[in-house]
């Protein structure tokens, strides 16, 4: 794979991870967020600090792989994306039959991970 081909997917996920952030954080309406989270069990602070710490992690996410690109961190993304999927899947089942398929896009992050994984130089 050519090092454009790498970058490009490097900065695709990058705004993944970027605009799901800042999203989290109050672009989508909050209350909508927390109503979320409570189908999952999820409720007031505890709901609160997994919807800000996990849209801060988001932005995180982003800036490293902008910064500081490793296979440990699109092994660590690919990690937390199945996690994401199967909490989901089991609490928001309504999600599968969704007409946007949220689970099933997914598929094509995980790809990309993937192909970062495998030819991302062996030495990061």
């Known amino acids: ?3 454009i081909d790498l970058n490009l997917i490097r900065v695709t996920l990058a705004l993944i991870w970027l605009v799901t952030g ?5 672009i989508f309406p909050v209350r909508d967020s927390l109503a979320l989270l409570a189908r999952v069990g999820l409720h007031n602070t505890v709901a609160a600090v997994a919807l800000y710490g996990s849209a801060v992690l988001d932005i995180l996410l982003g800036i490293l792989t902008l910064l500081r690109p490793t296979r440990r961190l699109w092994q660590a993304q690919a990690a937390l994306i199945v996690s994401y999927s199967l909490i989901i899947a ?3 089942p309504d999600y599968w039959l969704h007409p946007f ?3 099933l896009k997914n598929l094509p992050i995980l790809l990309l991970l993937w192909l970062l994984v495998q030819y991302e130089e062996r030495s990061t």
Not at 22 to 26: D, F, I, R, T, V
Request: zero cysteines; a positive charge.
């Open 1 to 3: 794979m050519k090092p």
């Open 22 to 26: 800042a999203l989290s954080l109050g």
């Open 90 to 92: 089991v609490y928001l």
């Open 101 to 103: 398929a949220p689970i």
